[in-house]
């Protein structure tokens, strides 16, 4: 059973293009978190998404991002239009199905983006 | 809301000393509290969890934590540390309705 799957581990965009982030959760897992870690700052919710449906995105900036997780297929972190301060590390985390919510979330080994 | 605070930003510990590192909570509800670690370039890996029943947990690694409920705590402990735990430590809390909620990190420091 792979784990959680980030691709691409390192990105490079100008400023004004788009970056996309993929994950793939563990198998069997229908929740995905993503979260953003900037230095000295520690990490940062920003979306929580089950199947088709977003749970929780009070982390995500208003603009410019988005994200999804449909019923086939990864799931994608949208930023369009990127500026310098959104490089950072983007953290994917999925857990089972939470009959009890004390599941486990297990992470990827995140994707760096750089906008130069 | 829920949140986290972890008091300290860095701990230096000389190497076979013990360590504490320290998280307080906030929740209006029940929670379920973990401890992550993050190595170098690397993403987050759970070291231990408490669900439910006795309050102080064993993880991975040696390491441990007690859940002290009157104090909002779950501060995390090993009796003697190796140059290999330097690394970055998350606390993080779950409740509710709510998802994951970090702590901003604590950089553990092994000096020989």
């Known amino acids: 059973n792979a784990g959680v799957m980030q691709n691409p581990r390192h990105l490079v965009r100008r400023r004004g293009q788009e970056a996309r982030l993929r994950c793939s959760p563990m198998k069997g897992h229908s929740h995905v978190y993503w979260y953003r870690q900037l230095p000295e700052e520690g990490l940062k919710f920003m979306v929580y998404l089950q199947k088709e449906n977003i749970i929780d995105e009070s982390g995500m900036p208003k603009e410019r991002f988005s994200a999804e997780f449909p019923k086939e297929g990864p799931s994608i972190l949208r930023i369009q239009q990127v500026v310098r301060g959104d490089s950072a590390a983007y953290f994917c985390a999925s857990s089972p199905p939470l009959q009890g919510r004390g599941a486990e979330a297990f992470f990827g080994q995140g994707t760096r983006l750089t906008v130069v | 809301a829920q949140s986290v605070t972890q008091l300290d930003s860095q701990v230096p510990v000389f190497e076979e000393a013990p360590v504490e590192l320290r998280c307080n909570y906030s929740?209006?509800?029940?929670?379920?509290l973990f401890w992550y670690v993050q190595y170098p370039n690397q993403g987050l890996q759970l070291l231990l969890k408490?669900?439910?029943?006795?309050?102080l947990v064993k993880g991975i690694n040696g390491f441990e934590a007690e859940f002290n409920k009157s104090q909002t705590s779950f501060h995390l402990r090993k009796p003697s540390v190796h140059i290999s735990d330097t690394a970055e430590y998350f606390c993080?809390?779950?409740?509710?309705?709510?998802?994951?909620?970090f702590g901003k990190g604590t950089h553990l420091i092994i000096q020989p």
């Open positions: 929740s209006s509800v029940s929670v379920y």
């Open positions: 993080a809390v779950m409740g509710g309705a709510d998802g994951l909620t």
């Open positions: 408490y669900l439910s029943g006795s309050t």
